[in-house]
């Protein structure tokens, strides 16, 4: 089985990110990057249906060169091999091409995405992608089974599971809790250091969207001091439903 799993290069959770003052760009100075947490889930899941069905898992990131750094953790926890493709100028639909385009070279059965990437959160790859390949895609899938060329794929829904049915090849974002990812050893960690990275120059995509400005979401507090008088109760209970709208 040919598995492509593809991740992201992301700001720390922890890192506090401003706007210029003209809202032209982000002020990324000094921000520590990180491997996207739930693409850790996509590379285990890879690793595991290899370990089931044999083949081999090639993990695919599109971005900074600096990126390579989290593809030395995808090589140091057991994929066979890694590629960048290199442009930090594509929006979503860009780099969904970028993606594609791979999977289509290395003719992928398997292509597994973090459910999202926690920096744009646009939500949109798997499904940008299974498109583009003419493959169906599941998201947010939180158990997979492949059985042959049968995928059995489960996700949480309110009140329950949802399950659905599918051939390969196919696209599969997953969701935290499907697996625990493995931490690399140090040998591993060292070897990983000297494999090779292939390198790719991004197609020509047209963009489809484009930023417009980068705001700092405001805090805004009415100061408004309230007692426990049934008058003041009643002006509280006001207040939420006329103007805060939450009941």
């Known amino acids: 089985m040919n598995i492509l799993v593809c991740v992201s290069y992301v700001p720390d959770t922890a890192a506090k990110i401003g706007a210029t003052p003209d809202g032209s760009a982000l002020q990324l100075q000094g921000v520590k990057y990180i491997l996207n947490p739930y693409d850790e889930f996509a590379i285990e899941e890879a690793l595991l249906q290899r370990e089931k069905h044999g083949g081999r898992v ?30 930090t100028t594509l929006d979503s639909y860009g780099v969904a091409v970028q993606i594609a385009e791979y999977a289509r070279a290395m003719n992928a059965d398997l292509v597994l995405l973090g459910r999202q990437s926690i920096d744009h ?21 939180s158990k997979l089974d492949i059985e042959g060329t049968r995928v059995r794929a489960e996700r949480d829904v309110e009140g329950g599971k949802e399950i659905l049915e599918a051939e390969l090849p196919i696209v599969i974002s997953v969701q935290k809790g499907i697996n625990n990812p493995r931490y690399p050893k140090l040998p591993d960690i060292m070897k990983a250091k000297s494999k090779p990275i292939e390198t790719l120059q991004a197609q020509s995509v047209p963009a489809r969207s484009r930023h417009i400005r980068y705001e700092v979401p405001q805090q805004k507090r009415a100061n408004i001091i309230l007692g426990d008088s049934d008058a003041d109760i009643a002006e509280f209970v006001r207040l939420l439903h006329e103007e805060a709208k939450v009941i």
């Open 58 to 87: 090639v993990a695919l990131t599109v971005g900074d060169a600096a990126a390579t750094e989290i593809l030395r953790t995808a090589l140091a926890m057991g994929a066979d091999a890694a590629a960048i493709v290199t442009d």
């Open 121 to 141: 959160d646009s939500f949109q790859m798997a499904s940008t992608v299974g498109a583009l390949l003419g493959m169906p895609s599941i998201s947010v899938v």
